[in-house]
Antibody, heavy 119, light 105 residues
């Protein structure tokens, strides 16, 4: 059974940093690209970032490029999102998701972790 | 690439046929996925490559379209289908989602 478990969310002040983790099981982690998607309270889904299966290629939405860094450790079946210079508009539930190769879509999702940026 | 979903919300009854549309601001071939999100839950993939049904998704769900115009159809709405539906284009980075369509009773 595919499982994705996010951790690392919490309350942080504006300008602060946080690192999210996504631990995967039930599939060959090093064979799939992975993504982060967020959802602000009461709002729609927003794609944040994608990393290729090797970690050699990374992609970001414009609003986080230069502040967030996606990475992965295939030996630990874990993906990360390092978030720096956090702003109020980064407040959201952050989901990690497994890519269908292409990518053609996101076929498995974690339960999400809440990040709140507030003083 | 902007995705515009219509309608933003709709009211329907069990057994109704429901169609949600998604229009892309430029051609994306068939690189479109559809998701269902129930309140308080993570999104669930329904359709990818515009018309390919994800494993274990009921056959009452279907997708169609290519280029700029796409549709998700639920042939006979069931109680568990009341949720919010999102389209996503995966043709070009940055990947983008539509604004969502809330299907209510």
């Amino acid at each position: 059974e595919v499982q994705l478990v996010e951790s690392g969310g919490g309350l942080v002040q504006p300008g602060g940093s946080l690192r999210l983790s996504c631990t995967a099981s039930g599939f060959s982690f090093n064979s799939y690209g992975m993504s982060w998607v967020r959802q602000a309270p009461g709002k729609g889904l927003e794609w944040v970032s994608t990393i290729s299966l090797s970690g050699g290629n990374t992609y970001y939405t414009d609003s986080v490029r230069g502040r967030f860094t996606i990475s992965r450790d295939n030996s630990k079946s874990t993906m990360y999102l390092q978030m720096n210079s956090l702003r109020g508009e980064d407040t959201a539930i952050y989901y990690c998701a497994k890519n269908i190769p292409g990518p053609l879509g996101l076929d498995y999702w974690g339960q999400g972790t809440l990040v709140t940026v507030s003083s | 690439i902007q995705l515009t979903q219509s309608p933003s919300s709709l009211s329907a009854s069990v057994g109704d046929r429901v169609t949600i549309t998604c229009r892309a601001s430029q051609g994306i071939s068939s690189y479109l996925a559809w998701y269902q999100q129930r309140p308080g839950k993570a999104p669930k993939l329904l359709i990818y490559a515009a018309s390919t049904l994800q494993s274990e998704v009921p056959s009452r769900f279907s997708g169609s379209g290519s280029g700029t115009d796409f549709a998700l159809t639920i042939s006979s709405l069931q109680p568990e289908d009341f949720a919010t539906y999102y389209c996503q284009q995966v043709n070009h980075y940055p990947l983008t989602f539509g604004g969502g369509t809330k299907v209510e009773i």
